[in-house]
């Protein structure tokens, strides 16, 4: 993790007091006021004159001295003129290390760092760690082993780490080791005096603390060093400010050499450029603080000031050393080295872990019950002693009633109850006694305690002015530095005056007292320190389990009411529930109830109208058989008055019995008056009863009304719940009939896709059979491109061999014209040989003619006849040669016929073509035969020729030899 620099600074209280400040300082800035202006510079914190050691640590060197614990290098250093203060913010004011509130950074560093370590080993198992120190002063250009000055110390650059080869490395366990190692090598540390310091720091010194922890978690093992390096810089101020002659201006220019190049790095390292090179080799300071400068270390820087006007010029240089240093950035990282197996080590940490809080819970639980025992064993006892006491009152008061009774009845009383008396005064006198020697007790162990710790500070006092003294005693002649060589300064320091060696023996046996007292002090403190914090763990955890417990408590008590309450809105609403069901049933039958009553209401109208209707079918029946029968009477009463008007003519003659039947009529019209009254007065009643009827039927219908709307109501909501189980099945019916539809459209669809499967099936078989017709006639392509290669070639073959035979026949018929030359030459020959034979003969007879002519001509004739037959058979051979050369000739068109035929009718097929080949073949082989046949003609012809002609030019030469 890369991290600037810190830098800090540190105003110090004024020399001289006098004057006001020209540093203007807050929090995190300091204002300077220059010649020719104000400048602000700005730090990470401004500690002023009232600023307090502690302060001065907790923000500077605390996180860097954790740091280095847990394994990351950390460096702090004092920079700054002398004077400035920089010993006193490190290490603190003389003699003042073991000031609580006066020490410097480094005791408290060291304490803290131990603090740490130790807090760790408690707190872990498996935790060690081994603490080294090295402590040694840059002087001259030269290092020097503050804890061995014989020692010579080279320096080693290892890449990752700069080693002091040769410097003492001191083993601590504890900060009071650490800080007694501190004060030897200070002790050695140069310091002379400046005309500004009397103290003054003329070397750099370095404290070097290695740290290795090693922790074991399971198998796991984690091992971390680092280095703190907590550093004094001599001064930093300019030669003129010091007035050094001599040996002292040689220091201050080795100190500045030093301190320049520190500038001189710092400056690159602020402004990093690529390829920069940083002169860490220059100077033994900055190539041992090489890691604390850009390097893996934390670092913080505390710039020391004066704030008074005449030291204005070295404060604003060392703020510009402040600033560019907080421009440099570091790249801690932690030192560790784990080993083990990293899983199982875990898991084993892990299960350690778990056994310990086991262990821890079960002992927390052992405690608590121990104690509850006792609570409860001395709440019996208190019982007891209750219980006792209230017996041995009421004893005392029964004796004491006694005592008053006796006192009372018998004279001896006054003396029993003085007895009494004496009795309890003894008592309290005892217990008074014993609570008394008590108190002394606790007086006298109180007043030993003080003693003791008036003989422990006592010790101590007398061990610090002894420790002082001593080193009073081995500075020679105080602090002001006598001799001029270095070599010689340190061979005084370690040659004390036999004066002071007495007070050297007692002094290191006071040293030895207080050191065991020490040792025992610090044991105790070690040990109340593991018990108390044994105590605390156990309290806390125990609290912490009474905490879960309480805790568990309270949320089974919040689970419980929370069940309560859920059990409670259980039954709410089961009740409910059931009331629901109830109001539902309820509302069930209610609405059977209406539903039948609708019904019965139904039934109801429609009998009254039926009723209605039978009425009014009645009421029309009767009104019609009424108005039919007053119609019929009317009818009849016509045709009577007809049938006396038409009889009135004999009304005169039967003038009685028209009165009698007047009279009858009359009577007759009466009854009828009457019946026609009574059936009026029955069409009254009858015409109130439809009125009642009609009223009856209003009301009915009414009610009926009233039973219609409310029957229209419901059937209205019939008809709405109708008309949505309507909508519903309409929506239904869409919804199936899209279903359908779209079942159809899936079929149809799938039929479709399957038509199209179908059809896709044929076009892959329609293109496979494609394909294969493709590559069926891609291979017949490839055939006949093969074939008619073939052809080409057979043709090319063909023709060449055509034209072997063309050139076969030329030469034969070249041969045979040859041949026939042949025989014309022969021919010519012969007719030559004969010519020249005939002369010959002629010469011969014309010779023999000399000779016996008989014999001659025997002889004669006989070579006539075999001439004759050989030339006769030559002849012969040679006609049957040139038609037996005709033939060929012949056979030979005849093929050439035939092998254009054949060509012809090549491709036909392919058992012709190779049939035509093989033909060719056999053909052509029959040619190579017949040539051969005709070449051994030829030879035996042109042999026979020549042995032909070869006898008779022997014979001829025989007989011409004996000659
Ligand atoms: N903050 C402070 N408060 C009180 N006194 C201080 C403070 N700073 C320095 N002093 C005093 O000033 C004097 C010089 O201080 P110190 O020796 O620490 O200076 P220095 O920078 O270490 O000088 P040198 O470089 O010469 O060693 C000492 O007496 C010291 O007690």
Redesign the pocket.
């Known amino acids: 993790m890369s991290q600037f620099i810190k830098t800090y600074g540190?105003i110090?209280?004024s020399?001289n007091g006098s004057g006001t400040s020209p540093l203007v300082s807050t929090d995190k800035a300091v204002n300077v006021d220059l010649d020719n202006g104000r400048k602000t510079y700005e730090l990470h914190r401004i500690f002023n004159?009232a600023?307090t050691q502690e302060d001065v640590f907790a923000c500077v060197s605390k996180k860097i001295v954790e740091d280095s614990a847990d394994g990351f290098n950390g460096t702090v250093f004092?920079y700054?003129?002398?004077?400035?203060?920089?010993?006193?913010?490190m290490l603190g004011?003389t003699n003042s290390w073991s000031d609580p509130e006066h020490k410097g950074l480094i005791p408290r560093s060291i304490e803290y760092l131990f603090e740490l370590l130790d807090a760790k080993t408690r707190e872990f198992q498996k935790f060690t760690f081994s603490v080294n120190v090295e402590f040694v002063e840059l002087y001259n250009e030269e290092i020097y082993d503050l804890l061995n000055l014989k020692n010579k110390v080279q320096l080693r650059d290892l890449g990752k780490e700069i080693q002091l080869d040769g410097a003492k490395s001191e083993t601590v366990d504890n900060s009071l080791d650490l800080m007694h190692v501190v004060q030897r090598g200070w002790v050695s540390r140069s310091t002379g005096s400046?005309a500004?310091?009397n103290?003054?720091?003329r070397s750099h010194a370095l404290l070097i603390i290695k740290i290795k922890t090693q922790e074991v978690t399971g198998g796991l093992v984690k091992e971390r060093s680092s280095t703190l390096n907590l550093v004094?810089l001599?001064?930093s101020e300019r030669q003129s400010h010091t007035k050094a002659t001599g040996d002292r201006l040689k220091e201050a220019t080795n100190i500045n050499s030093s301190l320049t190049v520190l500038g001189r790095c710092i400056r690159i390292l602020s402004k990093p450029t690529a390829g920069s090179y940083v002169p860490y080799r220059d100077s033994h300071l900055t190539h041992i603080l090489k890691n604390s400068l850009g390097g893996n270390s934390k670092t913080a820087v505390i710039v020391?000031m004066h704030p008074d006007r005449e030291f204005l010029a070295e404060s604003t240089s060392t703020l510009n050393f402040a600033q560019s240093c907080a421009l440099i950035k570091n790249a801690a990282t932690r030192n560790e080295v784990m080993t083990g197996d990293q899983e199982n080590s875990y898991k084993k940490a892990i299960q350690e872990l778990r056994q310990e809080v086991d262990e821890t819970r079960a002992k927390v639980r052992e405690e608590f019950g121990k104690r509850l025992d006792d609570s409860e064993e001395m709440q019996r006892r208190l019982t007891k002693e209750n219980e006792e006491l209230k017996a041995a009152k009421i004893d005392l008061q029964s004796q004491i009633d006694l005592a008053r009774v006796k006192y009372l009845f018998n004279g001896d009383a006054e003396q029993s109850l003085e007895e009494h008396k004496k009795l309890i005064s003894s008592l309290s006198d005892k217990s008074a006694s014993s609570l008394y020697t008590l108190k002394l007790e606790k007086e006298a162990s109180e007043k030993r305690c003080h003693q003791l710790q008036q003989d422990l500070n006592e010790l101590r006092s007398k061990y610090e002015s002894n420790l002082s003294e001593t080193l009073r005693l081995q500075t020679p002649n105080g602090k002001v530095r006598q001799s001029s060589s270095r070599s010689e300064r340190r061979q005084t320091l370690y040659k004390p005056s036999p004066a002071t060696l007495a007070n050297y023996v007692e002094e290191s046996e006071v040293a030895e007292r207080l050191d065991e007292a020490n040792t025992m002090i610090c044991k105790l403190e070690s040990e109340k320190q593991t018990l108390q914090s044994k105590w605390e763990t156990a309290t806390e955890s125990f609290v912490e389990a009474e905490k879960q417990i309480k805790e568990l408590e309270s949320s089974k008590s919040v689970l419980i009411t929370e069940k309560e309450q859920l059990s409670k809105e259980f039954d709410a609403v089961r009740r409910e529930n059931e009331e629901n069901v109830e109001k539902i049933s309820k509302n069930r039958k209610d609405l059977d109830g209406l539903l039948l009553k609708i019904a019965e209401y139904a039934k109801e109208i429609e009998n009254r109208k039926q009723e209605k209707l039978t009425i009014e079918e009645k009421h029309g029946k009767e009104m019609d058989e009424i108005t039919n029968h007053h119609k019929s009477v009317k009818e009849e009463l016509q045709s009577q008055i007809r049938n006396l008007s038409a009889s009135n003519s004999n009304f005169s003659e039967s003038q009685k019995e028209a009165n009698e039947k007047e009279e009858l009529l009359q009577q007759r019209l009466q009854s009828l008056s009457e019946e026609k009254s009574a059936l009026q007065k029955e069409l009254a009643n009858k015409a109130q009863l439809l009125a009642d009827a009609k009223n009856d039927i209003k009301e009915c219908s009414k009610t009926s009304s009233e039973l219609h709307s409310k029957i229209v109501e419901k059937s209205e909501m019939i008809s709405t719940l109708k008309k949505k189980v309507e909508e519903n099945d309409a929506e239904l019916k869409i919804k199936a009939e899209l279903i359908v539809s779209l079942e159809q459209d899936i079929a149809k669809k799938a039929e479709l896709i399957k038509q199209q499967a179908a059809k896709l099936d044929e076009n892959v078989t329609t293109l496979s059979e494609q394909n294969s017709m493709k590559r069926r006639i891609e291979e017949a392509i490839e055939i006949e491109e093969n074939w008619k290669k073939r052809y080409a070639a057979l043709e090319d073959k063909r023709q060449t061999e055509f034209n072997d035979h063309q050139r076969d026949i030329k030469n034969l018929k070249l041969q045979s014209n040859m041949l026939k030359e042949q025989g014309t030459k022969a021919e010519k020959q012969l007719s030559q040989k004969r010519q020249e034979f005939d002369k010959k003969v002629e010469e011969m007879e014309q010779q023999f003619a000399q000779m016996s002519t008989a014999a001659l001509k025997k002889q004669e004739e006989k070579i006539r006849r075999d001439s004759m037959l050989q030339y006769e058979s030559t002849i012969q051979d040679k006609q049957d040669e040139i038609t037996e050369l005709k033939n060929l000739n012949e056979f030979y068109s005849k093929q050439h016929d035939e092998d254009s035929h054949a060509i012809a009718n090549m491709m036909n097929t392919r058992q012709g073509k190779l049939s035509y080949v093989e033909k060719i073949r056999l053909d052509k082989m029959e040619q190579e035969k017949t040539i051969i046949q005709q070449r051994a003609t030829i030879d035996r012809l042109s042999k026979g020729h020549r042995e032909a002609n070869r006898p008779v030019l022997r014979s001829r030469n025989q007989e011409a030899a004996p000659q």
């Open positions: 540190r110090r209280p020399a004159s600023a004092a700054g003129q002398t004077g400035s203060g920089k010993t006193h913010t004011p400046t500004m310091n103290e003054s720091s004094d001599a001064g020391n």
